[in-house]
């Protein structure tokens, strides 16, 4: 059972540069989530899904989009790439419940030079 | 914004040994969860307290949940390496779609 797979685990990018992190999960759940990491910090919420269509901010999402075209997949997309995005970033899943547990995967680690 | 704080910050202790790590907020959880991360992977859940005064147990691992739902700790015996990791504090339920996260408590447990 892979539950939530992100893709990359690494990327270096210049400034300015944009790319896209790959999130899939594969146990049904509407909810999806994206976090960002910093050093010695908790999860900050970027952006969030509750369907396949619809989105919503979270806490600090200025600098980032997303989609949610299908259940499984909820793309991240970094526009215009900055030094202050250096972080690790996560993507999670939950079932409909909202005390169940959040399926978090594995992470990626972004640098921005 | 329901702030949460998570004390200590940071936690360094020998195998064997004792802990109790805390988690308070100025407002009533619906529900609190304890997530463990371990370097370099995500976070995982441990365990969703949800009444007044709940105790639950995991192995080793004892979580409180406080009377007026405000406070929780988590209090771990005999710790070993294995238990190394960053422990975080999350408000949950009452029908948000959204977890908030506490800093987390950064645990190392040496041989």
């Known amino acids: 059972n892979a539950g939530v797979t992100q893709t990359p685990k690494f990327r270096i990018l210049k400034i300015g540069q944009s790319m896209t992190l790959q999130c899939t999960q594969d146990?049904?759940?509407?909810?999806m989530y994206w976090y960002r990491q910093d050093p010695g910090m908790g999860l900050k919420l970027i952006y969030y899904?509750?369907?396949?269509?619809?989105?919503d901010k979270g806490e600090v999402p200025n600098g980032y989009n997303v989609s949610r075209s299908t259940t499984e997949d909820f793309p991240l997309r970094l526009e215009l790439a900055a030094p202050s995005q250096t972080s690790v970033y996560f993507c999670?899943?939950?079932?409909?419940?909202?005390?169940?547990?959040?399926?978090f995967g594995d992470g990626t680690r972004l640098s921005i030079l | 914004t329901q702030l949460l704080e998570q004390s200590p910050q940071f936690l360094s202790i020998q195998e064997g040994e004792n802990l109790t790590v805390y988690c308070n907020s100025s407002?009533?959880?619906?529900?609190l969860q304890w997530y463990r991360q371990e370097p370099g992977e995500g976070p995982v859940l441990l365990v969703t307290v949800v009444t007044g005064g709940e105790v639950k147990k995991l192995k080793r691992l004892t979580f409180q949940f406080g009377d007026a739902r405000k406070d929780s700790s988590l209090h771990i015996t005999a710790a070993q390496p294995g238990d190394t990791g960053l422990y975080l504090c999350v408000r949950s339920g009452g029908g948000s779609e959204k977890l908030v996260f506490g800093k987390g408590t950064k645990l190392t447990v040496n041989p």
């Open positions: 146990m049904n759940h509407n909810y």
């Open positions: 407002s009533v959880f619906s529900s």
């Open positions: 899904s509750v369907g396949a269509g619809i989105t």
């Open positions: 999670a899943s939950r079932g409909r419940i909202s005390n169940q547990p959040q399926h």
